[in-house]
């Protein structure tokens, strides 16, 4: 049997030693982090990306072992553990091998087939098999027992076929080979339920559709399966031939066939022929394809689900790691109607100084006195940014800031419109009420809309990923598996960045490697009553921040303007003594020594290398004296958007506009035009050249000019295209064109990018702004 440790160096293309090094690390407590960027001795380089998988599949092979114990023990408790049984469950390399190779002895409800079986009614069935030139009648007469309740020939018969039936669809081998031929050529067939036609509208291109299970996309599995549970559609897995036969019983399919060919029958006109055929039809499509079907759907929405949850967590990353404006004096404007427009001023560390409550729009219709209100805060807290969130009325404070702007003497603040989404459910979190007790909520979003200006990572942390809204169908997925994944990448990307120590929240600071909750709020705490850590030892006096913990999260902490320069950057303290013996070989202090490329880039790093540090180890801290403390997000730009285009109904075709990409996807990338709507570029307008993936092209927070192709109102799709260069569209025909419906696409053998492929892919996909 493949030792785990073998079967992961496999997988991950890398060498066993390498695997066992990073196992023992993960095993001690140590973090994907810690081990990818301090640990590449041991584990001979392996990266975070590496990690992350090594840590996925230990779990399923663990969890794997767990079971096939288990397994193995019932069976030889049960005194039916064979060699040769032993041996196969030893050599089952997934799960569902090993479950169907344990069904025969799986603990259950009395079956019609032990029935059968206890009356000796299994040599009929066999006996038929093997000759079926018998005739059953003539056959059953010698089973018939009164003691057993085999009242009758037709009773004898029934009892053979249920335990032929039971003994086929409990027979590893010949599911594994129904499975992979279901899995390979099996189509998801979906109709509308009868009355549902109305209600499931936003499914419509589904109520008559198949395709290949297996080449299904995530997207349009999830948006079929939410329309059943909805009770929108009805669906089924299909073989071809039984899609072209409209699901009528027809001929055997190559199902039924296959079973027939695994159990030694033929069709020969022979006198059991047609009894033995029966049975097997029966097998398979009462026993066998229902368990087969909700097995395969099940396998495949979990993948549908691993996908949606990659996406996910490449966004969020993405968003994560998005440019931070910096430290800047930020006024932060939460935009609103009827109830105003929330104001919260925070100054270049992010502390909040002031707030005010003003109403520029409906009702009220203050404007000079919201201009005047604002006016006064810019002066007084010399506010450099303007930071506007993209909800209600943005566009419309968007214009209040533009008279600001004009307004203000010397040097004028820039304004950015913000995402704000989670900004709400950050405003009325446990966490905001213990940062701001005595703020109204509609004011901590405010708060939060202006930090995620300065700084998108310390603040977004705060919240949870899935309020975030850069998945697609997340609440239709594993919700474990998504939280699990998606805290991997915020701790990923937290410790990527640093974080600095004496200005870090408690929520932060928690991410950090090695930080639990507790010991983030005992440093908060300690900071408070002390004052700011002078250097990385005097974290070692917070309380229950011990050895252990300082060893996994010191690399990952900043102290800026501290006693030791090194504190502020990314060398571990474990690592000093080898700076130390660079500044004694170059004879320089080491203020002297950051920063001077021309005498670090002089080191060999080989000459450096010993007992203690290794050559990645070297290079790293090489690398990060030339730039100590760099931060790996990129340089912070915005986007402005086009005056007087405010509601989808300003959109006209051919208009170019710039915008932010505010969700990626496998079918394409979502655009925040400033309508309150996002539009779709499809893969496809992406650009000039065949896409696999989108992120080859754009990510979330980037910012790209857009062509609108097409504007659907009443449906609120928006496609949009980066292919500006593309002959422009007849923008009457677009816009008067009705939507296609899914008969007519079909008769369409090119159907238009944006009304095919887009109306296919989007059909059921609930739109950030409608979720």
Not at 80 to 98: F, G, S
Not at 198 to 219: I, T, V
Not at 274 to 296: Q, Y
Not at 591 to 609: E, F, H, T, Y
Request: glycine share 6%.
């Amino acid at each position: 049997m493949t030792s785990i440790f073998q079967r992961l160096a496999q997988e991950l293309a890398c060498r066993e030693p390498q695997v066992l090094a990073a196992v023992t690390l993960l095993d001690e407590g140590a973090t994907v982090p810690f081990i990818s960027r301090y640990r590449k001795e041991l584990t001979g380089g392996l990266d975070d990306t590496q990690l992350r998988r090594l840590e996925e599949r230990l779990r399923y092979l663990r969890e794997l072992e767990d079971r096939r114990a288990s397994v193995l023990n019932t069976i030889r408790e049960q005194g039916q553990l064979t060699a040769d049984l032993e041996r196969v469950l030893l050599e089952a390399d997934n799960k569902q091998t090993l479950e169907d190779l344990y069904l025969p002895f799986k603990q259950k409800r009395r079956t019609k087939a032990q029935i059968a079986r206890e009356a000796g009614l299994a040599p009929l069935g066999e006996a038929l098999r093997l000759n079926p030139s018998l005739v059953p009648e003539t056959a059953a007469l010698d089973f018939l027992s009164a003691e057993h309740g085999v009242n009758d020939v037709k009773a004898a018969l029934d009892g053979a076929r249920a335990i032929l039936l039971e003994t086929w669809s409990e027979n590893a081998t010949l599911l594994g080979a129904l499975r992979e031929l279901v899995q390979q050529e099996g189509q998801l067939k979906t109709s509308v339920i009868a009355g549902q036609e109305s209600a499931g509208a936003k499914f419509s291109d589904y109520f008559d559709f198949s395709e290949r299970l297996m080449a299904m996309p995530s997207h349009r599995l999830l948006a079929i399966l939410r329309a059943r549970n909805e009770g929108i559609l009805a669906i089924h897995l299909l073989l071809p031939e039984e899609i072209a036969a409209g699901g009528r019983m027809g001929e055997a399919n190559r199902c039924e066939l296959l079973i027939a060919r695994h159990a030694g029958i033929a069709a020969q006109n022979r006198a059991a022929d047609k009894w033995l055929n029966d049975s097997v039809r029966l097998a398979w499509r009462a026993k066998i394809a229902l368990s087969l079907e909700n097995e395969l759907l099940s396998a495949a929405r979990e993948r549908a689900d691993l996908e949606a949850i990659r996406v996910f967590a490449l966004n969020l990353k993405d968003l994560l790691l998005a440019a931070p404006a910096g430290p800047r004096a930020t006024l932060g404007l939460d935009p609103g109607l009827r109830t105003g427009v929330k104001v919260a001023v925070v100054d270049a560390t992010g502390k909040f100084v002031a707030h005010e409550t003003i109403y520029p729009h409906e009702p009220r219709r203050d404007w000079a006195g919201s201009l005047a209100v604002l006016e006064r805060l810019c002066v007084a807290h010399q506010i450099e940014l303007i930071a506007i969130g993209n909800g209600t009325a943005s566009r419309e404070t968007d214009k209040l800031a533009t008279e600001l702007i004009a307004r203000l003497d010397g040097r004028k603040p820039a304004k950015i419109v913000v995402s704000e989404a989670g900004a709400s459910v950050y405003s009325a979190s446990e966490l905001a009420a213990k940062e701001f007790p005595d703020l109204d909520v509609s004011i901590r979003g405010a708060v939060s809309i202006a930090r995620r200006l300065q700084d998108p990572l310390a603040e977004l942390v705060k919240i949870d990923p899935k309020a975030i809204g850069v998945g697609q169908y997340q609440h239709d997925v594993n919700q474990h598996e998504l939280a699990r994944m998606l805290d991997a990448v915020v701790e990923d990307c937290v410790n990527a960045v640093g974080v600095d120590v004496n200005i870090a929240s408690a929520a932060l600071l928690a991410r950090v490697s090695g930080l639990s909750a507790t010991i983030a709020n005992n440093i908060v705490t300690y900071r408070d009553s002390h004052g700011v850590f002078a250097n990385r030892k005097a974290l070692l006096k917070v309380p229950r921040l011990g050895d252990k913990a300082f060893e996994l999260s010191a690399g990952f902490l900043r102290i800026m303007q501290g006693d030791h320069p090194l504190d502020a950057s990314a060398v571990h303290p474990e690592a000093y003594p080898l700076v130390e013996k660079i500044l004694a070989r170059v004879n320089k202090n080491i203020r002297q020594l950051i920063g001077d490329r021309s005498v670090l880039q002089q080191l060999d790093p080989a000459g450096l290398v010993d007992a203690q540090f290794g050559l990645p180890t070297v290079k790293d801290v090489l690398a990060e004296l030339e730039k100590p403390g760099r931060d790996p997000r990129p340089e912070f730009k915005t986007a402005t958007f086009a005056d007087g285009v405010e509601r989808i109904q300003d959109l006209k075709v051919d208009m170019v506009l710039e915008g932010v990409v505010s969700n990626v996807t496998n079918f394409g990338a979502f655009v925040d035009i400033g309508v309150h709507q996002d539009g779709l570029v499809h893969i496809s307008c992406l650009a000039g050249r065949f896409v696999k993936d989108p992120r080859e092209v754009v990510k979330a927070g980037d910012v790209v000019k857009v062509k609108v192709t097409e504007v659907d109102v009443p449906r609120k799709r928006i496609a949009l295209t980066m292919r500006l260069n593309d002959a422009p569209r007849e923008s009457a025909a677009t816009q008067s064109a009705p939507a296609l419906t899914a008969q007519q696409r079909k008769a369409v053998k090119t159907p238009a990018p944006q009304l095919g492929a887009m109306a296919d892919q989007l059909a059921a996909l609930k739109l950030k702004h409608s979720r």
